[in-house]
């Protein structure tokens, strides 16, 4: 019995990684932005007095156009598969479309952005008309582009009633790119402690030999069918965010997109969360979370006056700030990392335009403050609890 039970329990990771998720979910973190349903009311006994706001930048064109050069470089003049051919010619496509504009913000970004300003606006009006509006942003283009978006859809609602202050530049790196100052994190970075068990995960879950058959009719000399098969996910989990949906990830089988956007879920988990291999990816969003505490104690001091108080910022500014916050979803430790795909998802986490709100309520009856944590635009709930006294939210996230 204790033999068969040691076998079961072995098996569990294999079960885990084997649930297959639809294409749009296999792109990952570059994920167009889910909208929620329905705008979220909170109880008549509370008053939105105040809210936090981290957004990572909208959906963008790819950001760099190597890999898809290297996969252009493989596939030109090789013998293709019809299959191949349709490959090449959607990566040649998004060359194309994206020829001048690398990791711009795109019209489905900007769109993104206006329409979570949008309903910030409307479930909360007396936040924005007549009060003070603040916003900063990381130096990166996208992310200028994406606070423009969205303060201009808060200054239209406003209608000249309240004030809007902006502000962009490198002197918010220990706030929004703590990855590219923190000296630690990025020795670490470069040292990549987790690549023993990231290869081993890849060695044992890639498609890459599959997939590569699918695609050539005889492979070019010296292929690297893992590094192809990484590339070529890449180039096509990319162009959702384009606006060209889910027709290029669907030239992969289920199979195929499911397994490589685990090995992309498990690298991201590696490197930018708390894990058993290192909790540093995760610390070093210290700075912004006792920014979003001490911007709390400021407003409940009357010390500030802002009601709404946004910073933009990319994947590797939530990332790790969730995980330090170890929100459900967003921090998961194990040493069984073939389970990391079925707890810790980036296109749950951080898909284009992610964003997390910490809106701060006051009750007239009690006179307490509570805060609702919103990832996407969702409720969080901590402990049972989705409205949670200040001093109670506030002990545990410095904890």
Partial sequence: MRKIFLLLLAALPLLASAELRPANECQGSRM???EPDSLISAPDSLIAVMINHVGRHGARYATSPKHFADVVDVMTGAQLTPLGRKVLDSVNNAVTLTDGHWGDLDSLGQAEQQGIARRLCMTYPQLVIGQDVRAISSYVGRCIASMDAFTQTVKRFQSGL????TASGEQFNDLVRFFQVDSAYVKWAKEKPYSPELKDFTDRTTPAEALCD??????????DPVKFAADVYYCLSTQGAMGLGTTA???MTPEEMN????IDNLRQYFSRTATTVSALPAEIAAPLLNDLIQT????IAGRLKSTVNLRFGHAETLMPLLSLMRLPGCYYLTHYFDT???HWQTWNVVPMASNLQMILFYSPKSGNYYVRIDLNERPISIDGMTYIPWPRLR?????
Avoid at 259 to 262: D, S
Avoid at 296 to 299: G, I, K, P
Wanted: no cysteine; net charge neutral; charged share 30%.
């Fill in 259 to 262: 397994r490589l956007w685990e």
């Fill in 395 to 399: 002990a545990f996230l410095m904890s």
């Fill in 214 to 223: 699918r695609i050539f009719k005889k492979r070019p000399e010296g292929l």
């Fill in 296 to 299: 709390t104690d400021d407003f």
């Fill in 32 to 34: 167009p932005y889910p």
């Fill in 340 to 342: 990391v795909s079925s």
């Fill in 162 to 165: 309240g004030s809007l202050q």
């Fill in 249 to 251: 990830m669907e030239l």
